[in-house]
């Protein structure tokens, strides 16, 4: 079991920065591929970011040059640094843990945290 509490969301002006972290407890954090996820009003919820357990990223395409993911399980965190915002940044940013395959694939989520980018 994993519960994740992400953080650091917040209002910001367009072409600002915001870094989140989400802060997980629980065991063998680094086994896990960590991502985040955005879901904006009446929207479905996207993936923004991912960082395997070997450290290997993939990006939207709409955030790719902007925002960075990485981890540092010293700490069982993850990070998203989000650079020059843009108004469509705008939504609820979501922690993910997950490991496995098929009957042994575990997903958890955290609460979410609120990015606001005004124009």
């Known amino acids: 079991q994993v519960q994740l509490v992400e953080s650091g969301g917040g209002l910001v002006q367009a072409g600002g920065s915001l870094r989140l972290s989400c802060a997980a407890s629980?065991?063998?954090?680094?086994?896990?591929?960590m991502g985040w996820y955005r879901q904006a009003p009446g929207k479905q919820r996207e993936l923004v970011a991912v960082?395997?357990?070997?450290?290997?990223?993939n990006y939207a395409d709409s955030v790719k040059g902007r925002f960075t993911i990485s981890r540092d399980n010293a700490k069982n965190t993850v990070y998203l640094q989000m650079n020059s915002l843009k108004p469509e940044d705008t939504a609820a940013y979501y922690c993910?843990?997950?490991?496995?395959?098929?009957?042994?694939?575990?997903?958890?989520w955290g609460q979410g945290t609120q990015v606001t980018v005004s124009s």
């Open positions: 629980g065991s063998r954090f680094s086994i896990y591929a």
């Open positions: 993910n843990a997950h490991r496995g395959v098929g009957a042994y694939e575990y997903d958890y």
């Open positions: 960082i395997t357990s070997g450290g290997s990223t």
